[in-house]
């Protein structure tokens, strides 16, 4: 397939990378020869230098035989006219990257077609569903969704105590797989005589229905939760905000900023606006922060979001959700003590990286944050290497192992004896040195 990508930013570079590693022909286009130069240098890609609303520019980096667009420049402007050019030529599908809630009229970007563009992302939009899922997931710290919602991947830090500490996981009766295991800096892929420790990240994926009880196995309870507090009236804050009161919780929204708290008096119905610093430990401990069941930081600064939470944490808020503009900092801050770090950029590249990936043999896939690691969901090729064969017959690549299949009458949990068909999706955890060996594996000649 043929992608050219407008824009050359944290998102752009994201595409560019993961895209041109699965053997795409990527094409960037920015206006910043420094920028190009050095992704250039970093990634095989072709890169044309200009204006991605010049149609000269655009065909000079050949829109014309290009298959897939997407505009993620920092201006909307710029995503939407640059969409609009490329309906004059034979682009199969196109995708923007646009801020403004009002191209959002049933805050659905994947519904809206009015301007010709196949997919519409708002960054802010898609962060606000992150931040919903993690807050009614209170236990896990990370998750993402396949099969249309029948499975479930979800991330659990063990701590001290936890009955399932030492015990091989094979002597573990339970409805989901452990696909990983994150220790220190390393990722295990676990066999069934490994055993848990303290502090280390576990993920497991699992059936939607069978969550409950998988949480009651390892000792984890994810309900809703009573007060949240959130720092920052941003339009993620705002948009948090809004989604928690439908849901009957209690919000109190920190913003220092009088003409953003009068603003935010207008747009929501119950939430408690605090005119107050995100960083005075003496008015959060007065507003009772240490009572919070999730604290949310969304500033527009790295380092209010960052020292809020830990402030917040210092004083016994159980959890804090935070968010980090640059992505690289995400594997740092677990060591600081901050729960759930979320990149608005790395959120909104996934979202395009699941809709992209559709129509090929990976159905759709979520980078895990602050890891090279991923979970992917794979088309079962036609082939009688794969037809009726049991999955203990199949020597996985290293690195990869499969956590559910999916099928017509629903999706399961494997075992070894499970038997593939051809209609069969796999759901599939692999580490990122395993990305070439699976999709080789996986290759039909």
Do not use: W
């Not at 994150?182 to 303290?198: F, Y």
């Not at 995400?330 to 770090?341: E, H, K, S, V, W």
């Amino acid at each position: 397939m043929r992608i050219m990508i407008v824009g050359a930013g944290r998102v752009g570079y994201f595409l560019s990378e993961k895209l041109s590693g699965e053997g795409q022909n990527v094409v960037l286009v920015d206006r910043d020869p420094v920028k190009l130069r050095r992704i250039e240098r970093d990634l095989n890609i072709m890169t044309v230098e200009g204006s991605g609303v010049s149609a000269r520019v655009l065909e000079e980096a050949g829109i014309e035989r290009t298959d897939l667009f997407i505009a993620v420049t920092d201006s909307d402007e710029v995503n939407l006219v640059a969409s609009i050019i490329s309906q004059q030529y034979e682009v199969e599908t196109r995708i923007a990257r646009v801020r403004n809630e009002d191209f959002y009229p049933d805050d659905s970007p994947q519904s809206s077609r009015s301007l010709g563009i196949d997919l519409l992302i708002s960054p802010d939009l898609a962060m606000t569903d992150e931040i919903i899922k993690l807050c009614t997931r209170s236990s896990a710290f990370e998750t993402a969704d396949f099969a249309g919602g029948q499975v479930m991947l979800l991330g659990y830090v063990l701590p001290e105590g936890n009955p399932s500490l030492g015990i091989p996981l094979v002597d573990i009766k339970m409805k989901c797989v452990v696909v990983a295991i994150v220790r220190g800096e390393e990722t295990i892929i676990p066999r069934g005589d490994d055993v848990l420790q303290a502090n280390d990240k576990m993920y497991v994926v699992v059936l939607k229905e069978d969550v409950p009880s998988v949480e009651k196995i390892f000792d984890f309870s994810s309900s809703l939760p009573n007060q949240v507090f959130i720092v920052g009236g941003s339009d993620i804050g705002r948009l948090t905000a809004s989604r928690l009161e439908k849901l009957g919780i209690e919000v109190r929204l920190i913003e220092k900023d009088m003409a953003t708290c009068k603003r935010l008096t207008e747009q929501l119905e119950r939430t408690v606006l605090l005119n107050i610093d995100g960083l005075e430990a003496h008015d959060l401990i007065e507003e009772e922060i240490d009572k919070a069941d999730i604290v949310v930081a969304v500033t527009g600064s790295d380092t209010t979001n960052i020292l809020s939470s830990l402030l917040a944490k210092h004083h016994g808020a159980s959890k804090c959700i935070t968010k980090i503009s640059r992505p690289d900092f995400i594997p740092m801050l677990g060591n600081l003590g901050i729960d759930m770090a979320l990149s608005p950029r790395l959120v909104a590249a996934n979202m395009i990286l699941r809709y992209v990936r559709g129509s090929g043999a990976i159905v759709s896939a979520a980078s895990l944050l602050g890891s090279d690691a991923e979970v992917v969901e794979m088309r079962v090729p036609p082939s009688d290497r794969f037809d009726g064969v049991a999955l203990r017959e199949l020597a996985f690549p290293r690195g990869a192992i499969v956590g559910a299949v999916v099928r017509r009458e629903g999706a399961i949990i494997p075992t070894g004896n499970t038997i593939l068909d051809m209609d069969d999706r796999l759901i599939i955890f692999l580490t990122s040195d395993a990305r070439g060996a699976l999709e080789t594996f996986f290759r039909v000649s």
